[in-house]
């Protein structure tokens, strides 16, 4: 009995000696892992951005050796996670990985993913084929995300700070390290920008250009919250109906900077989408229109139609509530609002897209498809998301007269809005020969510099007041004759 005892405590302490000896294992490889990852990518096991900015840090980057440095980014990776899951486009970054890896491997440079679709290449020392190599690897990433994305949409964005831009080494290593990064991002942000990526070298022209957007992007945000501000302002472009009495208007943003003068209303925008301010200037221009509805235009109420242009960041599942409670949930002030909307916009998410429109449409809100004809809307979309109107761009406007492909386009146009139950705007009018021709063709509604120029909110009014009375017969005429 007691020889069994014996042995039943051996066991026993073997057994926790077993467990503990396991313990310090499994705590050793935990710690070990904690350590890889502190210094690489779990997924492609590439180095990550921790071990990059240590490495511009370092001691060895003190000697007078050239340095360049590639920060590259998938263009619409999102796009193809959202529609072939994350396992897809996991395999497609485990085989940038691969690519990045045996490039630079032989020439000695440091690769790392950085961010969810973005990898850096720090070429150290950086001789005289660095161009070459730059070029060759866009060329092969090109090639690669294209094989992979049968679609093509997918393309490869650069930005590169090469060592002649700056002087590295008379600077401490954090600032080194924070200005490559920065300069390299500036670039990038720039390549990012076009369709089908390319490679941009930062230049102290960009970085100027940054600074001047930054500025701006403060500016405005100020400017926002101003109420009684007046150099942000709308302009209203008429829109003459054929079919009806109603009028109709597209609200413009302005920007009369005190130093710069006129901003470019393209580049305002934009920089307010970069910078995150995007959803609050939307949100500021339709408090003006609905401020301009409730006062100087309540007497034009159920005659008047005013278009606004919709920006991606206000377009979201927010929106309807969002306009419930600017326009005080009132349905003649939604009723007479007309949202226009890009083909990028739609195509982008077309099932999120479709949510939203089905809401405002319950709220007696309406769409407008803005600038068709230079996008990728299909069939399927102009036939489930529900457009009032389409608005044909302005470019087959000014090339009706002297192609005669222009005007079978937009009378083909014209033809399937109408058996969708749409009508068709044109916009860039700017001639009488456009308009009669337009009318020709059955186009619907009309805008323009033939009638008007963008008019601030005063001389709008006017307008109206002379559209609505018996001094509009001659535009009138000149509209359904």
């Given at each position: ?46 180095k990550n951005r921790n071990f990059i900015v ?290 990028t916009m739609t195509i982008k998410d077309f ?40 608005k044909i761009d302005k470019s087959f406007v ?84």
């Open positions: 009995m007691l020889a069994q005892n014996k042995q039943q405590l051996l066991y026993f302490f073997a057994t926790i000696l077993l467990i503990l000896i396991l313990l310090s294992y499994l705590t050793y490889r935990s710690a070990d892992y904690q350590q890889f990852l502190a210094w690489h990518d779990p997924l492609t096991h590439l240590k490495t511009l840090q370092s001691s060895r980057l003190n000697r007078q050796d050239p340095v360049a440095m590639i920060l590259l980014d998938i263009n619409r990776f999102k796009e193809l996670n959202n529609t072939m899951g994350y396992a897809f486009g996991d395999q497609l970054l485990i085989k940038i990985a691969a690519l990045l890896t045996q490039r630079c491997h032989s020439f000695g440079y440091q690769c790392a993913r950085i961010g969810a679709d973005e990898f850096a290449v720090l070429l150290h020392p950086c001789n005289g084929n660095a161009e070459f190599f730059i070029r060759n690897l866009w060329n092969d990433l090109s090639k690669l995300v294209k094989e992979y994305d049968k679609t093509k949409r997918l393309s490869i964005a650069m930005g590169v700070v090469t060592c002649q831009t700056q002087d590295f080494h008379q600077t401490n290593s954090a600032l080194r390290a924070s200005s490559l990064l920065n300069n390299a991002d500036l670039a990038l942000n720039i390549a990012k920008k076009t369709p089908d990526g390319q490679v941009v070298y930062y230049t102290r022209q960009i970085e100027n250009a940054y600074n001047k957007k930054r500025i701006l992007a403060e500016q405005l945000q100020k400017l926002l919250l101003e109420p009684h501000q007046t150099s942000l302002y709308l302009c209203y472009q008429p829109i003459l109906s054929r079919s009806n009495n109603r009028l109709g208007c597209e609200a413009l943003l302005r920007w009369q900077h005190q130093e710069l003068g006129y901003i470019n209303p393209q580049y305002l925008v934009e920089m307010a989408e970069e910078y995150g301010l995007g959803k609050k200037l939307g949100v500021w221009i339709m408090s003006q229109v609905y401020l301009a509805l409730k006062t100087e235009w309540k007497d034009f109420n159920h005659r008047l139609d005013v278009s606004i242009n919709l920006s991606n960041s206000l377009f979201d599942e927010s929106l309807p509530t969002l306009m419930a409670d600017i326009f005080d949930n009132q349905e003649n002030f939604l009723n007479a609002i007309i949202l226009e909307l890009t083909e099932a999120h897209s479709l949510a939203i429109i089905n809401r405002l449409e319950k709220m007696k809100v309406r769409f407008a498809l803005d600038d068709f004809g230079t996008g990728w809307s299909s069939l399927y979309q102009l036939n489930h998301l529900k457009f009032s109107k389409l000014d090339n009706m007269n002297q192609n005669p492909q222009q005007a079978i386009f937009i009378a083909t146009i014209v033809n399937l809005s109408h058996q969708l139950g749409m009508q068709v705007v044109a916009e860039g009018v700017e001639q009488r020969a456009q308009l009669e021709q337009l009318k020709q063709l059955g186009v619907d509604e009309f805008q323009g510099y033939y009638f008007s120029r963008p008019i601030i909110k005063t001389e709008f009014t006017t307008f109206c007041e002379r559209y609505f009375s018996s001094e509009n017969t001659s535009l009138s005429a000149q509209i359904n004759e």
